[in-house]
């Protein structure tokens, strides 16, 4: 963890407050809606009420994809890093 130093306290204090102020203030989710739907947040989503339906569907489908891969790739770098073998994919400058 080389890049936790390098962070001054009072920045890390602000990014958590502001994370705060976003769970407690700004993203409410839609009463009976699926889990995610921000529509009746202080802030615009965007696309929630935008599409169609089968589009929403669509998308959500496509994200939890995305998601998926993203934790496989985790997992590859973490089996990489038992082996040993991270360096080989990522070279230190």
């Known amino acids: 963890m080389g890049g936790q130093p390098t962070v001054p306290v009072a920045g890390a204090l602000q990014v958590l407050a502001f994370a705060g102020l976003l769970e407690l203030a700004g993203w409410k989710q839609a009463e009976g809606s699926f889990p995610g739907d921000f529509s009746d947040s202080a802030f615009p989503v965007g696309w929630v ?44 400058l």
């Open 49 to 92: 009420g935008d599409y169609d339906e089968e589009t929403k569907l669509n998308k959500r489908a496509i994200e939890l994809n995305q998601g998926r891969a993203a934790q496989m790739g985790m997992l590859a770098l973490m089996v990489h890093d038992k082996l040993g073998n991270v360096e080989d994919f990522f070279p230190k």
